[in-house]
């Protein structure tokens, strides 16, 4: 917390809150970057390296589907 002084020398309290994912941000960045090496180096065309781009973005989603196909969920 701290201690601001205002121009009639009274103190007030200011609190301030962040919030944010950190880690989860971090794994989900480096991911993206993996899956754009990934399907880019695999691309033999620009249509192929453009949906490659477009299957990075959603690379979680995919393997979460993945998972529950596996599991038979």
């Known amino acids: 917390m701290a201690n601001e002084t205002t121009l009639?020398?009274?103190q007030s309290?200011?609190?301030k809150v962040?919030?944010?994912g950190g880690a989860s941000e971090a794994v989900y960045g480096?991911?993206?970057i993996g899956a754009l090496v990934y399907y880019l180096s695999h691309a033999t065309s620009l249509w192929?390296?453009?949906l490659g781009f477009l299957?990075?973005?959603v690379w979680p989603?995919?393997?979460i589907y993945e998972v529950f196909?596996?599991?038979n969920m």
């Open 18 to 20: 962040i919030q944010r």
């Open 48 to 50: 192929l390296g453009v």
């Open 13 to 15: 309290a200011k609190q």
């Open 69 to 71: 196909r596996m599991l």
């Open 61 to 63: 989603a995919m393997l």
């Open 55 to 57: 299957k990075a973005i």
């Open 30 to 32: 480096l991911g993206l």
């Open 8 to 10: 009639n020398g009274q």
